[in-house]
């Protein structure tokens, strides 16, 4: 047994994949949101409250749990489990017993402290275990939380099918128990590790004091914004791209719609690859470079240079398919290694020992832009001038965002330069 607990990958690396997996299930609302909606009867739109409240209160509680999961990682990763199972099972209750606010404090407010707290609490552990390739260590984590929608939503799907959606929600509770149990059970600190509060306790009050700190907090915001607001219009998106190939023309709204669901669904698969690509590639790049900002450069470059193609090209209105996939897989790309590069960039910022409590206090940026990256892309397709050619509007906010954000970073990087230097 003392063997196997020296083992860095049965320490960190499978434990953070017990524990990651099934919180970000979250990403799995799409598959049974209309089915919470048809079976309480209320509309759509309501029940979407269940999923922004869950990353609002996922980047909130990060925001508070920092110091907790400094201390005691066994503890956060209890409580993370309580709270995600809970909230999970909760919410087949609350559709049972046909109690729509149930479903916002079950599946929004207690899963959500469960997804924020469970979300943190591997990372800092990976950083330790793996010191010379932190970047590759928490990428692979973090990618974890990126599949696990590719690897539940047809088990979802399924179940549904099989023995119907609130049995779904009590099945999968029982299942995402045992997983984050036996990650609870396995997660440990490198040995000799202790943790000493006059060097781990930070004040959040002097992390927010640092101009440093808001660059960051702002270029990791805009990253997550624009990837929602992309990504919450996709679908659509390919919807009138496809509708202009003449092969598509002669057919029903209806036969249309069946037609390209299999290209659409293939599609959203291979973002699902990028996604997980960037999550651990970009991370992995960050091992090797001199500055980790350099990686979130290259994110909005690339960013920018593929919305600026589609604008050039025009190529949502003129059915340019590749163009459209460019910019979807590569948006989809930097979005996922936003999320993994982050905890390398404030380690070179505020150091190892206090990460915990700065990843927390920058993933606030995450529930805000859980509630306005949806909301974004849905104002402006709804009130742009041309609505024949609306979802070609959103590509030009989406540019002067990344703008921002690359400004943001290069600042960050040029004092974090002045700071190196002296």
Not at 222 to 231: D, E, Q, R, S, V
Request: contains cysteine; aromatic residues 12%.
């Amino acid at each position: 047994m003392a063997r196997f607990t020296k083992n860095r990958w049965a320490s960190a690396i499978i434990p953070a994949l017990l524990i990651h997996i099934p919180i970000g299930t979250v990403y799995c609302w799409s598959v049974f949101k209309q089915l919470i909606a048809d079976q309480l009867h209320a509309s759509p739109a309501s029940v979407e409250w269940g999923f922004s409240l869950a990353i609002f209160f996922l980047g909130m509680s990060a925001a508070f749990a920092g110091p907790m999961v400094e201390k005691n990682i066994k503890k956060s990763a209890l409580i993370s489990m309580v709270c995600f199972v809970v909230g999970f099972a909760g919410t087949g209750v609350s559709i049972a017993l046909g109690f729509l606010p149930g479903v916002f404090i079950c599946y929004g407010a207690i899963m959500g402290v469960g997804l924020g707290i469970g979300y943190l609490t591997p990372v800092k552990n990976l950083m330790l275990w793996f010191a010379d390739n932190k970047g590759l260590a928490t990428g692979i984590a973090v990618a974890g939380f990126g599949l696990a929608k590719a690897i539940a939503s047809p088990v979802m799907e399924y179940l549904i099918g099989s023995i119907g959606l609130v049995n779904m929600f009590y099945t999968l509770a029982v299942v995402y128990a045992i997983m984050m149990l036996v990650g609870f059970l396995l997660i440990r600190r490198p040995a000799g590790w202790v943790y000493d509060p006059a060097t781990s306790y930070v004040s959040r009050v002097s992390i927010l004091k640092k101009p440093v700190f808001w660059g960051i907090w702002l270029a990791f915001y805009i990253n997550i914004t624009c990837g929602l607001a992309l990504i919450s219009q996709e679908k659509d998106i390919l919807h009138d791209v496809l509708k202009a190939f003449p092969q598509y023309a002669p057919l029903s709204p209806s036969a249309f719609a069946a037609a390209i669901s299999g290209i659409i669904g293939l599609v959203l698969a291979v973002d699902s690859v990028f996604n997980t690509a960037g999550r651990v590639g970009l991370s992995t790049l960050s091992d090797h470079l001199k500055r980790r900002e350099t990686v979130y450069q290259v994110i909005f470059v690339i960013s920018i240079a593929v919305c600026l193609l589609q604008v050039c090209t025009n190529s949502i209105d003129r059915a340019l398919l590749w163009a459209v996939l460019m910019m979807l897989f590569l948006v989809n790309a930097g979005y996922g290694g936003g999320f993994s590069t982050l905890p390398v960039l404030l380690d070179q910022h505020f150091g190892t020992k206090t990460v915990s409590t700065t990843h927390g206090l920058t993933l606030s940026a995450w529930a805000f832009a859980g509630l306005s990256g949806n909301q974004l892309a849905s104002f402006v397709v709804t009130h742009a001038p041309d609505q024949a050619h609306r979802y070609a509007a959103l590509i030009p906010v989406l540019i002067v965002l990344f703008i921002i954000a690359l400004i943001s970073i290069s600042l960050v990087k040029a004092a974090g330069k002045r700071v190196a230097v002296a």
